[in-house]
């Protein structure tokens, strides 16, 4: 639910807010309220969340893997937890992305390939023989599994012979008579046998097929299978997913002495759309809470497993965690899991590292995941893409000395960087002005909200301008205030007059009389609005300034008509051809329109991005500034159209990624943001070296100086 500050309860009460803290690690803070959101979900009362099984999702880039390593990394080392992770995705030769982590923790790596588990091993009860090898044929052969061919691999693994795989197809090959005779026995094993022939003569040899079984130490404190190596559309991992399982729920779950238990699975799209595997994760997360167990799934969307199995997934997962997704499956994952409209449209502008929390039946917020250096260190898995960053430089400033001419800068070439120049006005001073093409329509929005009955989107609409104009002007300022005038016509508009006759009263001990609350809330054109500010006045005439005489103004008139309407001519025809080209452009604007644009900037050593995302109404614009996991990044900063949004590195924490939405009276209009970086060389008090931004709704984005076309990462 929608969080405030304490210190406002007072004043703003009643209100939509929520003073819920979990017990635990620190995983980020709020960007609702800047709170530390701390979660350990097996600490916290089974009454507020009877399951500790968690779900994240989200697209490349969003850092959703990330926030799983974290959390792995601080639970281990804060609280004891032990933990197997299922890796299928790496990067260049180094293994698995987890790898790194692991060795950090003095755990172990283990490698597809590598490694050789005996599914007929007599380490496993026969019960698990039989299901582990009913996972081995599904995998590879779903509809060799019928009734006959169930009772000839039951028969064949009671065969002496039946101690391996190998040992195993050939005891459905060649079965002894039974309560069938051999020749039915073998028709019916025929296709076991041939499915489970991919593992021991086939493309799989050398996972299943060994004669002894050495299984993995159940003691460490991590343990990484790694199957990153592997095609990603093999039938291999959905194959040593089953087998994984079974070692985990029959021997580590039964072993481990730890406290708790986490089975991580990265990329669970690849297992769960295998039917035999999936049922044993389904087994595993609804026998979780008895076994001490956690379930932490990690995958890209839900709609790739399709409605029935994406639900059942959700249902049984009480903490969900999502990072940005396109708008589409945004709404699909709102429907899912009845998030509200607000939190729906926020998730395609998350940034990097951010995500919506969804913690039990109720707690929603937004959080920005905080790393130390050693956990950038230990969670980078952006390697290549930096590789490629830093060549596109390297080739970039050859070519400006062979070319020093095509520069702007070519007269300082291998001279030291200018220093940061010192700050003579204060922080919130910007000596730059910008066109006005925003307008503030929140309250309309509000307000239209509970005309139309949606009363609990209004209240919490409204709620988020509240508190977002208290942290920009102070608790007692006229926006604040006005968010209260706003939120009593709101509680007229859905039926509760006591409680808008409340908020009045708290609007008049502000301070403010009844003419400023009828110009706030009639909507009068005539009056004065707090957001519009003071009108400049009207010259007046001076008073030594000599009276005009009428009667050259009766002399003249003919002649000053003839040359106006001459004017108005002129001025129609160019407007016309103005208005005309003018179209055109809109046309082409609105047939490339994109809703979202960004800008790579290298500013003071730090490579940031710039994005500018329109929302799916087009009313309003949100602008970020990011440099996620840059190591010199220490101040970012963003301003446009009045507005601005500051962070600071402190204590070894990576600034967070500052955040503008600011409403649009036209959609294909173009924006234009000022973003300031702070680098290595950048000390409190000095002013942080800037840029000047104009972003497209079609995705391009320029220089607003030069007018020169950016590059975007988005």
Same mark, same amino acid.
């Given at each position: ?183 039915? =026995?073998?028709?019916? !094993? &025929? /296709?076991? #046998?041939?499915? $489970?022939? %991919?593992?021991? *003569?086939?493309?799989?040899? @050398? ?94 969307? =839900?709609?790739?497993? !399709? &409605? /029935?199995? #994406?639900?059942? $997934?959700? %249902?049984?997962? *009480?903490?969900?965690?999502? @990072? ?99 700050? &003579? ?290």
């Amino acid at each position: 639910m929608i969080r405030l500050p304490s210190s406002h309860a007072a004043i703003t009460a009643p209100l939509v807010a929520s003073s819920t803290h979990f017990p635990g690690i620190l995983i980020g803070r709020s960007l609702l309220d800047g709170r530390e959101f701390h979660l350990s979900p097996v600490l916290t009362e089974a009454t507020v969340l009877p399951s500790t099984n968690s779900l994240a999702l989200g697209g490349l880039g969003s850092g959703k893997s990330t926030t799983a390593k974290v959390r792995a990394r601080r639970e281990i080392l804060d609280h004891g937890h032990q933990y197997v992770v299922i890796d299928s995705f790496g990067e260049d030769s180094a293994g698995g992305e987890w790898a790194p982590l692991v060795h950090s923790l003095g755990g172990r790596v283990i490698e597809a390939g590598a490694f050789t588990l005996n599914p007929c091993s007599d380490l496993f009860p026969p019960e698990v023989r039989e299901q582990l090898v009913r996972s081995l044929i599904a995998a590879v052969e779903p509809g060799a599994l019928t009734h006959q061919a169930t009772h000839a691999l039951q028969h064949a693994l009671n065969h002496p012979r039946a101690t391996s795989l190998n040992g195993l197809v050939d005891a459905l090959i060649r079965p002894d008579d039974g309560r069938w005779p051999a020749a039915k =026995l073998t028709e019916w !094993g &025929e /296709g076991a #046998a041939i499915a $489970l022939s %991919r593992y021991t *003569e086939g493309s799989l040899r @050398g996972l299943f097929d060994g004669e002894g079984a050495s299984l993995p130490e159940t003691d460490l404190p991590i343990l990484s299978f790694d199957f990153s190596a592997l095609d990603r559309n093999s039938p291999a991992i959905p194959s040593l997913m089953a087998a994984v399982s079974c070692w985990a729920e029959h021997v580590w779950l039964r072993q481990s002495t730890a406290v708790h238990r986490h089975l991580v699975i990265e990329e669970a799209w690849q297992i769960l759309l295998s039917p035999a595997t999936s049922e044993l994760i389904q087994r595993l997360l609804k026998n979780s809470r008895k076994a001490a167990l956690s379930m932490d799934v990690v995958m890209h969307t =839900l709609s790739d497993l !399709g &409605e /029935g199995r #994406a639900q059942d $997934l959700a %249902r049984l997962c *009480e903490i969900v965690h999502i @990072g940005r997704l396109g708008p589409e499956e945004a709404a699909i994952i709102g429907a899912l899991l009845g998030l509200p409209a607000w939190v729906v449209e926020k998730i395609p502008t998350l940034g990097p590292g951010q995500a919506i929390w969804k913690v039990g039946p109720h707690y929603i917020d937004v959080i920005q995941t905080v790393l130390s250096e050693e956990e950038v260190r230990l969670t980078d898995t952006s390697t290549r893409r930096r590789t490629a960053q830093q060549a596109t430089v390297v080739e970039h400033e050859t070519v400006t000395e062979e070319n020093p001419q095509t520069g702007p800068d070519h007269n300082n070439q291998g001279e030291e960087p200018p220093a940061p120049v010192q700050l &003579e006005k204060g922080e919130d001073d910007w000596d730059w002005e910008m066109p006005p093409n925003v307008i503030d329509g929140r309250h309309q929005a509000v307000l239209q909200a509970a005309a139309e009955g949606r009363c609990n989107e209004a209240a919490e609409l409204a709620a988020l301008g509240e508190r977002h104009d208290i942290n920009a002007h102070g608790i007692n300022s006229d926006e604040a205030a006005s968010w209260l005038s706003t939120r009593a016509r709101v509680a007229d508009l859905c039926g509760s007059p006591a409680q808008a006759a409340q908020l009045r009263a708290t609007v008049t001990r502000m301070g403010k009389d009844d003419a400023w609350f009828e110009q706030t809330t009639t909507g009068d054109s005539t009056a004065p609005e707090w957001h519009r500010g003071p009108q400049p006045p009207i010259p007046a005439p001076s008073a030594d300034e000599p009276a005009p005489d009428p009667r050259a103004r009766r002399r003249t008139w003919p002649y000053v008509t003839a040359i106006a309407v001459l004017g108005i001519t002129i001025a129609g025809v160019s407007q016309y051809a103005a208005n005309e080209e003018r179209d055109e452009e809109r046309q082409a604007k609105a047939a490339a329109y994109k809703g979202r644009s960004g800008a790579a900037l290298d500013i003071d050593g730090v490579h940031a991005d710039v994005v500018a995302h329109w929302t799916k109404d087009r009313k309003r614009v949100v602008l970020e500034l990011s440099a996620p996991f840059e190591h010199n990044a220490k101040f970012l900063r963003i301003d446009g159209y009045g507005k601005n949004a500051s962070t600071v590195r402190k204590s070894g924490w990576f600034p967070q990624a500052p955040e503008i939405a600011l409403p649009v009276k036209d959609a294909l209009a173009d924006v234009t943001v000022r973003v300031a970086v702070g680098g290595k060389s950048w000390k409190e008090g000095i002013r942080a070296h800037s840029r000047t931004v104009r972003l497209s709704p079609t995705g391009v984005a320029y220089d607003a100086g030069s007018g020169k076309k950016l590059p975007s990462d988005i």
